[in-house]
T-cell receptor, first 113, second 115 residues
């Protein structure tokens, strides 16, 4: 009965590879987000989708491509992985209303070798 | 630009001692403020939030925070810390952009608890 789930939890890969992280929420929310947490624990928003449409894109390299097949899912595909992509990626969801809480998934730790 | 500052990168307290984690924000309008906690290897869990009304808000796990507009602060407090409170704590403010909102996080404060 996890509210926001992500797979995989850990991802280790070589530079230049392409990988995907999946996110699903069962809260009935309309809005989903991807955040990146770097090695210093700093959290920064990357993307946000509302009802399958991109609404926030925070100047992320176009190697990162989010895809939302339906409003319960927001996947993150990363092409040509670089060392600097190593981080923890968090998915979150909310109703999208201004005062609403964002609920976070457990995170995916990506390590690029 | 809107921002959140958590001045303390690392704090260590003894179990049973009181705790205050500082958070200052920079925002032109009335801010919507949050405190989240991240336990080791875990995702973020909401502790409490402030939108309006009573400036002292109660959260889960015995935490509370006080919004002080004059000081642009939203400090988190707990009267008696438990060893299980050791974690990373993040303060965040909602930024409204293009009709949608996004969270701007502070850099976090790592709390260590000595037995």
């Amino acid at each position: 009965d996890t509210a926001v789930s992500q797979t995989p939890k850990y991802l280790v890969t070589q530079m230049g590879n392409d990988k995907s992280i999946k996110c699903e929420q069962n809260l009935g929310h309309d809005t989903m987000y991807w955040y990146k947490q770097d090695s210093k624990k700093f959290l920064k928003i990357m993307f946000s989708y509302n009802n399958k449409e991109l609404i926030i894109n925070e100047t992320v390299p176009n190697r990162f491509s989010p895809k939302s097949p339906d409003k319960a899912h927001l996947n993150l595909h990363i092409n040509s992985l670089e060392l600097g992509d190593s981080a923890v990626y968090f998915c979150a969801s909310s109703t999208g209303r201004n005062t609403d809480t964002q609920y976070f998934g457990p995170g995916t730790r990506l390590t690029v070798l | 630009a809107q921002s959140v500052t958590q001045p303390d990168i690392h704090i260590t307290v003894s179990e049973g001692a009181s705790l205050e984690l500082r958070c200052n924000y920079s925002y032109g309008a009335t801010p919507y403020l949050f405190w989240y906690v991240q336990s080791p290897g875990q995702g973020l869990q909401l502790l409490l939030k402030y939108f309006s009304g009573d400036t002292l808000v109660q959260g889960i796990k015995g935490f509370e925070a006080e919004f002080k507009r004059s000081q642009s602060s939203f400090n988190l407090r707990k009267p008696s810390v438990h060893w299980s409170d050791a974690a990373e704590y993040f303060c965040a403010v909602v930024l409204f952009s293009g009709g949608y909102n996004k969270l701007i996080f502070g850099a976090g404060t790592r709390l260590a608890v000595h037995p």
